[in-house]
């Protein structure tokens, strides 16, 4: 695996490929990480992958000091895997040289709805560092896991929208045995809490459940999940029941014609906010 920390060096790398197959990520790879390659791996070649903090998706109070940076382990476990032809790792100055003036604004429906709403910026910054690396990598296929289901959706609606020649893949989200997604802040989590995690995911199926059994009203449904969640301790964000095609509000009629829905979550256990989602 070659590891470069430049952008001329990357295109170096990968002048005259043509089916090039990307992840990127924000490091701190765990096994959700790994099987994104393997996938981009069925569907181009070489793969890429890139390793890139990006402080403009954080918020001022978030955890852009704190997220972890494990670059020697995560070159480790990419050699081992021997998925990955390319590790582009940046550090801020190659991939922010000058201020970032030109940024990627999603529409206001779907970049500032649910995590849009508690992580005001959030999608400019994944927006904009997901172009930027786009136009550094070039890659013909870009794979990203549904655990960020609205991230996904950002993304594609990006690249249909500016016309990018990059067909995005979904992985299905990753998870530990008991279910809990796997994501890089579950190491956030301390004991009482990582055997809490857990009930994030629970609750989500507990509320496809009750749609499956018939149950039509949204916020009937939403707030059940929600009063769960407090009850067991939770801070909570959202629980949000919506359409799978654009992430709006479902009707009681589309809910009973079984329109193909999402629940979507946001909630924190002590500092560590965890999100989820099933599709339904």
């Not at 960020?148 to 992985?171: E, G, K, S, W």
């Not at 769960?228 to 359409?243: A, I, T």
């Not at 500092?271 to 989602?277: E, G, H, Q, V």
Request: glycine share 6%.
């Amino acid at each position: 695996m070659k590891v470069v920390h430049t952008i001329e060096a990357l295109r170096d790398q990968l002048r005259g490929q043509l089916r090039v197959a990307f992840v990127p990520t924000m490091g701190n790879l765990h096994p959700g990480h790994l099987s994104l390659m393997k996938l981009a791996r069925q569907h181009g070649d070489p793969v890429v992958a890139s390793i890139f903090v990006n402080r403009l998706q954080f918020g001022p109070n978030e955890d852009f000091d704190q997220y972890p940076r494990t670059l020697a382990a995560d070159i480790e476990k990419l050699e081992r895997e021997r998925d990955v032809y390319v590790l582009f790792a940046p550090n801020e100055r190659e991939m922010y040289p000058e201020p970032q003036n030109f940024q990627i604004q999603p529409p206001p429906d779907l970049g500032g709805i649910l995590e849009g709403e508690f992580r005001p910026g959030f999608f400019t910054g994944v927006s904009t560092v997901v172009l930027k690396l786009f136009s550094c990598v070039q890659p013909s296929v870009a794979v990203f896991g549904k655990k960020d289901y609205q991230q996904l959706m950002v993304v594609r609606n990006m690249c249909r929208q500016f016309q990018l020649p990059v067909n995005i893949l979904a992985h299905e989200t990753v998870r530990d045995t008991d279910g809990l997604a796997l994501s890089s802040r579950n190491m956030y989590l301390e004991p009482a809490q990582r055997a809490e995690a857990p009930q994030l995911f629970a609750t989500l199926q507990a509320l496809k459940a009750r749609v499956d059994q018939g149950h039509s009203d949204p916020e009937a449904l939403e707030r059940q999940a929600v009063e769960h969640l407090r009850g067991r301790g939770w801070k909570v964000d959202y629980v949000s029941l919506r359409r799978q095609r654009d992430l709006l509000p479902p009707t009681v009629g589309e809910i009973q014609a079984r329109e193909p829905l999402v629940v979507l979550a946001a909630a924190k256990l002590g500092s560590t906010r965890l999100i989820d989602n099933l599709e339904i």
